[in-house]
């Protein structure tokens, strides 16, 4: 679900704000939330507010908007590939806060994946103009959605994970729903076709909110940055989707990096010594 949150982001742009698509995919999921909520009388997270609150930040707000506008500016494809940055991202976030100790492989393979990134985005293997913008949009969002990723994980296990992402965007209701308004009445779709329609749906339903389900759940069973190790499947298969759904043409220099960033992410979750802390809740 996740891997198609790119091209989708990108089908949508064409006729929405990047603004009004990150609010209205919100909106989207949590209307849909608060209906689930209800229905299954899910008690009220007070002792949980400040990570919940943190993981809206990244995942409703950091990651969306940061994403929609460097989409307006550059390829999916060139996307994908600094988003592949995204688990070892994750993991290094889970490291300093779980305290984990790491060997010096780690260490080794996370500089080879930003090395391999810092190339790609000065060469621009995607193709087009270089465009600094762009680049420091997606580092951005990938680092807000990493952020999410750990906070939401951790409330996991306290809570089921489709509790935490529920909770999530419907706390962020008050915000989305005024906010979507006034970007509407300003301007924000700009006569939308029935796919960037279906597509800001989609962003909604999916990668914001039935997609958290399974990822919160595999997170807080194997581990945050063990879990993370499976974002490298969301690379190549953006790639693939860019390519199928835009058009776009995927170069062997895009692949090739994406291929050493993702053999990076596999070498350093591969090096880690130490399990992260668990905190398994007690039964009855």
């Given at each position: 679900m996740f891997s198609f949150s790119v091209p989708l982001t990108k089908v949508a742009?064409?006729?929405v704000s990047p603004f009004f698509t990150a609010t209205g995919r919100a909106v989207i999921a949590g209307l849909l939330a608060a209906i689930v909520l209800w229905v299954r009388r899910a008690p009220a997270p007070r002792?949980?507010?400040r990570p919940l609150l943190y993981t809206m930040s990244g995942a409703v707000f950091?990651?969306?908007?940061?994403?929609?506008?460097?989409?307006q500016r550059t390829t999916s494809a060139h996307v994908a590939v600094i988003a592949a940055f995204m688990p070892l991202t994750t993991a290094l976030i889970a490291v300093l806060r779980t305290h984990e100790r790491v060997t010096w492989q780690f260490w080794a393979a996370a500089g080879i994946g930003t090395g391999a990134l810092v190339v790609f985005a000065v060469s621009r293997g995607g193709g087009g103009g270089h465009d600094p913008v762009a680049d420091l949009?997606?580092?951005?969002?990938?680092?807000?959605?990493?952020?999410?990723?750990?906070?939401?994980?951790s409330v996991s296990r306290a809570m089921p994970g489709w509790q935490v992402i529920s909770w999530v965007v419907v706390l962020a209701l008050?915000?989305?729903?005024?906010?979507?308004?006034?970007?509407w009445i300003a301007g924000?779709?700009?006569?939308?076709t029935p796919s960037e329609w279906t597509s800001l749906v989609l962003l909604g339903v999916s990668s914001m909110y039935l997609g958290?389900?399974?990822w919160y759940r595999g997170l807080s069973m194997a581990g945050i940055a063990r879990g993370g190790q499976v974002q490298q499947l969301q690379a190549l298969l953006t790639l693939v989707w860019s390519a199928l759904l835009l058009n776009e043409?995927?170069?062997p220099t895009t692949v090739l990096i994406a291929l050493v960033v993702i053999a990076s992410v596999a070498w350093a979750q591969r090096s880690r010594v130490g399990e992260p802390r668990v905190d398994v809740m007690p039964e009855g």
């Open positions: 742009v064409g006729g002792a949980h507010l950091g990651w969306p908007i940061l994403l929609a506008l460097a989409l949009l997606v580092v951005g969002a990938v680092i807000a959605s990493s952020w999410c990723y750990v906070e939401g994980a008050p915000i989305t729903i005024p906010a979507s308004i006034v970007l924000g779709a700009h006569q939308p958290f389900f399974a043409h995927v170069t």
